[in-house]
């Protein structure tokens, strides 16, 4: 990368741009080394401030709704036996949902002024459409949790505690599971509505490959719970791991379709620290560690076979996290590169030209 | 695609930008380098100098040194230094041995887009469009989420190292309520920056680009109409610029595209995804009631 005084060849804009990228013919710009576009090197778009916080809060908002979702159909759909999963889906949800709002306020530049997200709704802005979405399902995730815990005896039976046991359970489940899946995916679209040559590069896969991880983490955070509970039903258990199977199979298709999708914008998940966080966290311990594990959990029993199941779980929840982490990382280095910004955006819709070298 | 005059396309030249939108119009084939705009812009808007890089404050970079626009440099010129045969001056002879290096001088500003990504992304309703057809930060209403950061496919808006609120150009709307011209434009000494009307600065441009080419800088076009800079859904930008390189070479993009276009489709798609995921999820938990 260098300069422009070295690379580029204006000269040939009016006749076809095909040839620029060399250094022109003879004379005074003799530099025939193949020199991208830009200037300088400098990033020709600004990268957002996210890290840790945003991170994690994509990694817990997506549980927190894939968890409530999983709840209301293992409610809806499961055996008798299969109450377990509702009942911990909604603490779960409930769980990763209380940290979510604390990250996003402390992410904001200003976090004493974060009520100011509440003065407008837009539809197409996915941060303020989240706003609304995380709200609101945070009502209805609070209200599904009450009513488990006076369904549990946890909130006795005071004014509270009869009250909550009044709540409709198996309604609000359904009421708002659109919400939870709205926010285990939208993050997605957050990222994918934005200059970022990874993010926007397969926009329509980003959301999905969001949800199919938060789906996937989730289930298996309920496998990891249930693994550890005492006497659960092998038909549940089997059930659930049924479940997380295809989960991981659905994640590692979106994902392929999404990763091969983006070319060389892609480019920083094969490199450096960020590529092996993708290859050994986000493929090999979210997806293919968890898959091998199970297909021999299942050929096995007993405690072995308990044991087996519980490595796999917290591989895909450690997965989970990679993925978010190397998504947000990427994401970030390809904004910096000035190649993969002006590639994407090169006017003859020529991307490769101007991004590999 | 050529984006020379004789091939045309048919929105070259055109904008969507509404009546009575004001705007710059900046000609590289004008502008001296002096920077009188960035220091005009930072006068006027009391912003700090930049602190730039390394022991002297010096990049580097030709004689750049603010780098790119960001929270507290709202003109930025940039320097581009070329042999003279590879911006097309057709009165020298291409390749003679020791011809001159080129100076190309752009004084970049934000675009105050037709549609502008950092204004939908905004999700405190913060960023507005003003009675002028410009995109201003409401300093008092910014929390600092830092969406329209990435939102803008040119790189404008930037959070302060400060405050951590968005900043960038206001078109000088303190200004312009007053009935005077932007800072930057007043300070130009060789009007490479013009403020006005867009309808006026618009074809003001396409002579300029016409003259230019038939002086023999075939390179020379317009940037900023829905033919480019100001497309995929921008529908056109409210600071112009006339041009006699690629835009790349000043770091702006060809053919940038709305953000928030994929926001529909994206949602849509994931809606998608949740239902498979449900009847997928529903398929796999299903037992003897």
Known sequence: MSGPESGTTGGDWGEGRDRRGRGGSGGAASDDAVIGPGYYGIPAIHKPHWKWLIIFYFYFGGIAGAAYAVATIADAVGASEDRRIGRIGRY????????????????????????????VLKLRSPMSLGTWGLTAFGGFSALSVAAQAAVDGRLGDGFVGRRAQQLPIQALGVAGTPLALFVAGYTGVLLAATAVPLWTKRALLLGPLFLASAFSSAVSAIELIVALMPSTPAATRHRLTRLGVSTLFAEAAIFIAWRNGLGPTGRPLGEGATGRVVRLGVVG??????????????????GFARILSVVSSVSVLAGGLAL????????NTSADDPRATLGMTAADGAPERLSTH | MTLSTSDRSPLTGTTGARAG??????????CIGCKACEVACKQWNQLPADSGTGITGLTGFSYDNTVDLGATTWRHVAFVEQAATTVDRTWEAPGAPGSPTAWLMLSDVCKHCVHAGCLEACPTGAIVRTEFDTVVIQQDVCNGCGYCVPACPFGVPQLGDTDRKAHKCTLCYDRLVDGLEPACAKACPTESIRFG????????????????????????????????GGTGGMEGLNALFVLTAPPEVFNLPAAPELPQRKVLPALVSTAIAAVAFILGSGAALRGRR
């Open chain 1, 285 to 302: 311990g979210g997806i293919a560690l968890p898959l091998v594990l199970q297909a021999v959990a299942s050929v096995t029993t007993g």
């Open chain 2, 197 to 228: 009307p867009i309808a006026e600065l618009l074809p003001r441009a396409l002579d300029r680009v016409e003259q230019l080419q038939e002086r023999g800088v075939a390179g020379a076009h317009l940037y900023g109409d829905r033919a480019i």
């Open chain 1, 324 to 331: 978010r982490y190397v998504v947000v990382v990427a994401g």
């Open chain 2, 21 to 30: 939108a004001l705007g710059f119009l900046t000609d590289v084939s004008l």
């Open chain 1, 92 to 119: 779960l949800s409930f769980a990763a949902l209380l940290p979510s709002p604390i990250l996003l306020v402390l992410d904001l530049g200003r976090p004493e002024r974060f009520f100011l997200m509440f003065r």
